[in-house]
Structure formats: C-alpha cells, structure tokens
C-alpha cells in the first residue's frame, strides 16, 4: 500500500453546526486534516470511517450516559479461536452476561482474601533483591516487577505456586514470557484480520499460536480435573470460574481458560509496569521517593511492621504517587469502542453510523496541558483533592470508565500498591549510568511499555 487515503474531518468548536476551516497537515504519505481545540474528528483507519472524541463531556456520554449506543469494543479477532472468547474481545449480549458473573471477583471482600497471598510474593521480593541492594548493584527493574506480579497473578488465577522470583527460568515464567511476545504478535494479526482475514491466518499458523496456547489450556484443565477430584476450595479467581462453570454460565473448560489466560496476560503486564514505571520516576524525583519512604516507616510503625489490606489502602501517598504514573504511563494509549446503532452528536447534525470505530485517546488527554501543566513532570500532588476536583473527570482514564472499564482495575492497584510499598520500605532506588532519560516506548505492544529494560541502582536502606 503506497498510501493511506485522505482524513475526512467533522468537527464543531461550539455546540452549533458551523465548522471551522480544517487545518492541513503531512504525516509521510499521507494528509491528516488536523482540528485544534475541537469536541471530535472524523476521519480513515485504513479504509474504514472512523471518529475520534475529544470533549471530556462527549466522552462522558460515550463511555458511560449513552453505553448503550456504544458498548461493543472495535478490536478485530478471530471468533473460531476459543480462548479468544474472553470480556476484551466479547461483544453484545455475550459480554454483558459474562461481565455480571465475573465482577463479583473483585469486590473489596475477595480482594481481602487475596491480599495474604500478595503480601507474601511482596515480601518475597524483597529477600529476592537484598543481595543486589546491599551490593548497590544494577537491577532491571522491569524483570524484578514481572516475575513478582506472575507469582501473584500465578497463585490468585491459576492456584500455582510459580517460584518466579526466585527462579527467573521457572517454567511458567517462560510461558508466560511466551503469551505476551504472542500477544504482542497478535497486534500484527489484527491489523491483516482488518486488510485480509486469509494472510491473518497464515501469519498466526507461523508465529506459533497453538503450542502458546496449548500449554495453558492444558493448565487450565490440569487445575480444574485436581480441584474437582479432590473437593479443593480456595479463595481465587479459579475458584470462582469453576463454579460459574459449574452453574452453567460458561459453556465449557475452554471458555473458562480463555478468562484464565486475559487474566494472567492482563494482569501480570500492566502491574508490572505500573511498578516499573513507577520506580522510574521515583529514581529520578528523590524528594517524591523521600516521601514515599517516610509514609511507609510511618505505617509499618502503626501496624507492628506488617502491611495489612486497610494500612496500604489508606496511605494516601503512595495512591497519588500510582495515580500520577498511570497518568503519564497509561496501561494503554487509547479506548476503543463500536457503535451499535446510528447516533447523533449532542449539539451537532453530525450523525455518526452504526459500526463505527470510536475512539477515545485517553494518552493524549493525560498529557494535554490544559488538564494537567507541565504534564512530562512527574507531581503525585495532581492527585491532592483539591487539584482533583479542578479537573473534569474524563481527562483520566487509566482503566477506562463506565460499564466497560478494566473488571480487574482494582486488584491491579491492589498488587502495585503491596509490590511499592515492600520495596519502598527496604530499599532506595537510584538512576544510573545504564538508566535510558528519556523512556523510549515498543509501538507495537498491546500495553504502552518501555522498548528495552528499565535499568536503577538499588541501595539497601538504613532503617
């Protein structure tokens, strides 16, 4: 394809039908017609219409007062493929019911259930990196993040004990490592299901889709046949598939693996670089790491030197200090979602149609000096009250919003949190020589994550 076609704009500064003159603008090969300060744009994806919003009150009514007129998500996937039958590909009624079964997951009751288990791979951690922070040595924090949220999201999803920490080479590490190179693959894949579904499935037969796949439908399985055959209960998330399987809402072990796998893939990526990111940016503000440091002593010395649920959930810091990097990091650049029925902008004429792509760049609003000044500073004090209720609501969207926000949003906060707050109270993170200023990020992941490592000198503390 030697070019992409022009970029047809529908805009409107003001609530009325008069636009103002588009602005032209070159990008390669092709022309954008480019509107500043506009509530949306249309324009081409390719060869499909497509709409992008930019008023946080028309994101409002996109993502949560009109949810009905725009609940399906615009992401391209193969439905004969089992364990794509999971809630980010789902769509219509099909997503709505499993949506209510598995929401109850993550309620603050079974979170609570779960924080035992995440406290332990938080304290393991630590031990894991006393060494190198004794020796002040060079850490690659990202590794250091992922091998603890797969311990984590290993024993809450699967009921394994991983021993990720501990042994970087442990068989599901390696899998898992696996899943999201696919996952990554799995960008590529999309992309030809839009252009040529044929080619899409030649490219999926070459990048190894079934053994990826396989081993964990094969875990699934393994799990699900022990629990049964010796009346095991434990309070995870499998636990809680089984049953609704059990129940009859899901149709067999196949649909319960495919939630199985977007938890594990989903929730091990984001956190651990969340975390990363996180430790990043306190390497490069001490003052703000300075501070992270003495809310956490002060906490520990509250609750005897043991973290509980209610102590990290209450330290109001380290919540500002995950906020802001969610805001400059988001786990993705953009929300997509499909109209389901023909629908009119309020204000406007402009009607856009039934299964169109829109799209919400939640990237681009947390990083838009009119919401947040000086938005490449990393200030955990945007997230203060007072600034907060300065801000329309719709400017952060970390997970989304509405009905069709992140199901698992809060256990994700819930392991970055515990997995900050051991290394925080134990160890002190620096930039170095081999720390890369500024990030360079991977186009073509599924989550916004750095293209190399994330490399920090780690100092024991003396506390």
């Known amino acids: 394809m030697s070019s992409l076609p022009v970029v047809v704009v529908m805009y409107t500064r003001k609530k009325t039908e008069k636009c103002a003159k588009p602005k032209l603008a070159k990008s390669g090969s092709a022309q954008l017609c480019l509107a500043i300060d506009e509530r949306f744009?249309?324009?081409?994806?390719?060869?499909?219409?497509?709409?992008?919003?930019?008023?946080?009150?028309?994101?409002?009514?996109?993502?949560?007062?009109?949810?009905?007129?725009?609940?399906?998500?615009?992401?391209?996937f193969d439905d004969s493929e089992p364990l794509n039958q999971h809630l980010l590909f789902l769509n219509g009624s099909k997503w709505k019911r499993l949506r209510s079964k598995l929401t109850p997951a993550f309620t603050s009751g079974k979170l609570k259930m779960m924080f035992e288990t995440i406290d332990r791979c938080g304290r393991e951690m630590v031990e894991v990196l006393d060494d190198a922070a004794r020796s002040e040595k060079v850490v690659e924090i990202r590794d250091v993040s992922a091998r603890f949220t797969i311990d984590v999201i290993g024993s809450v999803a699967f009921g394994v004990k991983c021993n990720c920490q501990r042994d970087p080479d442990a068989e599901f590490r390696v899998w898992g490592r696996k899943l999201f190179e696919f996952y990554t693959s799995?960008?590529?894949?999309q992309l030809l299901l839009a252009v040529h579904p044929p080619t899409?499935?030649?490219?999926?037969?070459?990048?190894?889709?079934?053994?990826?796949l396989k081993y964990f439908e094969d875990m699934v399985r393994d799990t699900v046949n022990y629990r049964e055959s010796n009346n095991v209960e434990r309070n995870d998330f499998m636990h809680m598939l089984i049953q609704l399987k059990n129940r009859g809402f899901m149709d067999d072990e196949n649909e319960l693996a495919s939630q199985a796998v977007l938890f594990f893939s989903a929730g091990f990526e984001t956190s651990s670089t969340t975390m990363s990111y996180a430790l990043y940016e306190l390497a490069l503000n001490p003052e703000v790491q300075r501070r992270l440091h003495q809310e956490v002593d002060e906490t520990l010395q509250r609750t005897g030197g043991r973290f509980t649920y209610d102590a990290v959930m209450g330290m109001p810091y380290l919540d500002k200090v995950i906020s802001e990097t969610l805001r400059k990091y988001p786990p993705v650049a953009f929300l997509p979602r499909k109209t389901t029925r023909p629908y009119q902008i309020p204000g406007s004429k402009v009607v856009i149609d039934n299964d169109m792509a829109v799209i919400v760049p939640n990237y681009a609003l947390h990083h838009d000096p009119r919401y947040f000044p000086d938005p490449e500073r990393f200030d955990p004090e945007r997230f203060s009250e007072e600034e907060k209720t300065k801000r329309h609501p719709y400017v952060y969207l970390p997970f989304g919003e509405g009905p069709r926000n992140c199901v698992g949003m809060r256990l994700g906060l819930l392991q970055s949190k515990i997995g900050l707050a051991h290394l925080m109270s134990k160890i002190e993170f620096q930039k170095c020589d081999e720390t890369k200023i500024p990030i360079e990020f991977d186009p073509l992941t599924i989550v916004f994550m750095p293209a190399t490592g994330i490399h920090l000198r780690a100092k024991k503390r003396s506390v």
């Open 41 to 76: 744009l249309g324009f081409y994806a390719l060869y499909a219409p497509a709409f992008l919003v930019f008023d946080p009150d028309l994101i409002r009514d996109v993502l949560v007062k009109d949810f009905d007129a725009f609940q399906d998500r615009c992401i391209p």
């Open 186 to 189: 799995d960008r590529v894949e």
């Open 200 to 212: 899409a499935k030649l490219f999926r037969a070459i990048v190894g889709r079934k053994e990826v």
